[in-house]
């Protein structure tokens, strides 16, 4: 197996499964993309980034872009409906550079969409279920195997089933 130029199965399209496709495709390697919605998108409303997401997003050169797209939060605090203060979080006490960022998920999954390579190979509507590490193969609901991949990049989410 040359590591030259692998080729990758990103099982998920959402944030990991988008920031994977891309940095993988930029390192050279052929990536496909098996997303079981029909037309990928974001799911849910709103997002707040910690640090570690940041620092990511400006290694992909995108920092500017979400910055521009989201509101700089400083502090997190949370009362009860009586006013007693449960939560109160201030990153510059870790870090006086840290912040995190609230954002819609739609400008997210924009964002970093807009910089998917062109030649990667999304497969939407398509389920997978099942993932071989052994033989390389995906297989998805439709009962259609796809590969062998040298590297499959399990990324379908908290709920995963494949994990
Ligand atoms: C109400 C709520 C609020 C949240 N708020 C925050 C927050 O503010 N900040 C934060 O960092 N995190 C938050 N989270 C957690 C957040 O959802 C995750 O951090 C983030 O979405 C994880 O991204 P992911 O790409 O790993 O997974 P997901 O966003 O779950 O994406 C998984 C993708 O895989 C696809 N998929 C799943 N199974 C398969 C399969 N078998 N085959 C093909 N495709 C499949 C799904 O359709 C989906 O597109 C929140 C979660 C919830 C529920």
Known sequence: MSL?????AVI??????????ILLARDGHRVEVFEQAAAPG??????LLQPVGLQVLWKMGLLDEVLRHGRRIDRLYGDTPKGKGVLDIRYARLDPRLYGLGLQRGALF???ASVIDPATVLHADSRVVDADSDNGRVRDVHGKSHGP???????DGSASSLR
């Open 42 to 47: 974001p799911v849910g409303a709103g997002v």
């Open 12 to 21: 998920g399209l959402g944030t990991a499964g988008q920031a994977a496709a």
């Open 149 to 155: 991949f040298d590297l499959i990049v399990v990324a």
């Open 4 to 8: 030259s130029r692998l080729s990758v």
């Open 110 to 112: 924009s964002i970093l």
